[in-house]
């Protein structure tokens, strides 16, 4: 049987699954979305490669020893070809199919010379700096190479690097830009905002409901394997309960979002 992205994450040690670092289990939301895409060709483009970038006040140059995230999709989809982009090099990972550009999300030219390179993708998924100018910047970049129905990904949207976001032209934090009825002042917030007819649909997940589906899964899925369709058919139930406007988590504790998945319409 096929592993779940769950457990392939915590094989890896990617922080997308239960056990590794602040453990986000985004994985347990991938693996719904991405299951039928298993059964075909993908293209799979991922923004920000390893842990400890210029986010945590480290050189771009920073040793590159890692991609925890690449050999997951490369595990995952039997058929995939992975671009990976970030300001470090991680050039000495590349293989038939994974293919890195350098890049800084900051640098609007860069962005454009890298998105003429590119593909159409099946998935974007953004996990870089987190600073809200760079994810609103690389969404109007990059957002042309999605194929109709493709999927963009941004994580970790409600932690922003201070020192970074200080630095940087200011700009309506991302997670609080969709909740909007106006378009705000900034030239690059509105530029994204006006993006919206370009959405099939557009998701905010918590992280309240990460973390209950967090803790079911390391006490029950990791040491009960009949347990772990269960758990993920009753999550999948959740989500289409959800599927229509803006997603919710269940979970009366909700706080804040995590996470922001948008459809190509």
């Not at 999605?146 to 963009?152: D, E, F």
């Not at 106006?182 to 918590?206: G, H, N």
């Not at 993920?232 to 289409?240: H, I, L, N």
Request: charged share 25%.
């Amino acid at each position: 049987m096929m592993k779940s992205l769950v457990e392939l994450a915590n094989d890896f040690g990617s922080d997308k699954g239960t056990l590794t670092g602040d453990a986000h289990t985004y994985a347990y939301i991938y693996d719904l979305l991405f299951t039928p895409l298993r059964r075909q060709s993908v293209t799979f483009c991922e923004i920000g490669l390893q842990r400890g970038g210029p986010e945590h006040k480290n050189p771009n140059s920073r040793a590159t020893t890692d991609v925890p995230s690449v050999r997951m999709w490369d595990s995952y989809f039997p058929d995939v070809q992975i671009y990976g982009l970030d300001i470090s090099d991680f050039s000495a990972f590349e293989k038939e199919n994974f293919r890195f550009h350098q890049v800084d999300c900051g640098d609007a030219e860069q962005l454009e010379r890298v998105a003429d390179q590119l593909p159409e993708m099946d998935v974007i998924l953004d996990d870089a700096s987190h600073a809200s100018y760079h994810q609103q910047l690389t969404l109007t970049k990059l957002f042309r190479k999605l194929k109709p129905g493709g999927i963009y990904i941004i994580e970790d949207v409600n932690w922003q690097p201070e020192h970074m976001e200080e630095a940087l032209p200011n700009v309506v934090k991302t997670a609080e830009l969709f909740k909007r009825d106006t378009a705000p002042s900034q030239a690059l917030s509105a530029e994204v905002w006006a993006m919206r007819d370009q959405f099939q649909s557009l998701s905010l997940i918590s992280n309240a409901s990460l973390e209950a589906h967090r803790r079911y899964y390391n006490a029950t899925v990791l040491n009960t394997v009949s347990k772990r369709d269960a758990a993920r058919d009753a999550f999948g139930k959740m989500v289409e309960r959800n599927a229509r406007g803006i997603f919710r988590g269940e979970s009366p504790n909700r706080d804040y979002e995590k996470l922001i998945i948008f459809r190509k319409a």
